[in-house]
């Protein structure tokens, strides 16, 4: 199997660590990655923010650099849902304005393989238990994207429940969106900063020392509201979690 990582823009930028974590996390499940330098952004952010037709070239990029592989693995539920879910719509949008089958055409093979990161451990996979060591009590907040557009179900929970050292707390709220929504948290900044704040208040109730999540554009919004609410909690990518062993340790 021919797999690449779809590190993501957010993640190349701002979190490197989490693409190290998937790299080595599944490398050590014997799984041999590629990480192919011509990858750019996903056409997300132009998307959501009205910019369809802008979004269609990166869209065109991505199916060509990705095409051959035979499985696409993210450490992102937004960016994996864009492929998997808005992909198929910005092709059936094409088809509808006129413009032919072209673009459906080219978008559908990386459709189906791609994958985000607890999905290809849980489905393709078919581990639950990756040998992680992580003696940190923590609460997981499942990510809008991955909750209702992927349907990642208890994949991560599962994956958490086999860390060796873990304590997995309830979060009260879980399935209650943390405020980011991307330009939303610009456009509604005030919406947005209360409903951060209730999220971190719901963790903090918890008692865990770790927020864990699959989508570091999240824990990015919840961690700076940790910060200025003085909360003494971290926001950790699960991928991070996943890839700390008793002899590496995250």
């Keep these: 199997?021919?797999?690449?990582?779809?590190l993501t823009c957010v993640n190349d930028t701002l979190y490197p660590d989490t693409g190290r974590a998937v790299v080595k996390l599944l490398t050590r499940l014997g799984v041999d990655v590629d990480f192919p330098m011509a990858q750019t952004c996903c056409g997300q952010a132009h998307y959501n923010t009205g910019y369809r037709h802008e979004a269609e070239p990166l869209a065109r990029h991505f199916s060509d650099v990705?095409?051959?592989?035979?499985?696409?693995?993210?450490?992102?539920?937004?960016?994996?849902?864009?492929?998997?879910e808005l992909y198929p719509r910005m092709g059936e949008r094409a088809r509808a304005e006129g413009r032919g089958d072209g673009l459906a055409t080219t978008l559908a093979p990386v459709v189906p393989k791609t994958y985000e990161l607890t999905e290809f451990l849980v489905d393709v996979?078919?581990?639950?238990?990756?040998?992680?060591?992580?003696?940190?009590?923590?609460t997981y907040h499942p990510t809008c994207h991955g909750l209702r557009s992927l349907g990642l179900g208890d994949r991560p929970r599962r994956l958490l429940q086999s860390v060796k050292g873990l304590e997995l707390k309830e979060l009260p709220g879980a399935d209650?969106?943390?405020g980011f929504g991307g330009t939303f948290a610009l456009k509604n900044s005030d919406v947005s900063a209360?409903?951060?704040?209730?999220?971190?208040?719901?963790?903090e109730s918890t008692g865990a020392d770790v927020l864990c999540a699959a989508d570091n554009s999240c824990l990015m919004h919840i961690g700076g509201t940790m910060t200025r609410l003085r909360t003494g909690m971290r926001p950790v990518h699960i991928a991070e979690i996943l890839a700390s062993t008793e002899e590496e340790r995250a």
């Design 1 to 6: 199997m021919r797999v690449a990582l779809f």
């Design 66 to 84: 990705f095409g051959e592989y035979d499985a696409i693995v993210t450490p992102s539920g937004s960016c994996g849902a864009m492929v998997r």
């Design 125 to 138: 996979l078919e581990v639950t238990d990756v040998g992680a060591y992580y003696p940190h009590t923590v």
């Design 194 to 203: 209360a409903m951060g704040a209730d999220k971190v208040r719901n963790a």
């Design 176 to 178: 209650e969106c943390c």
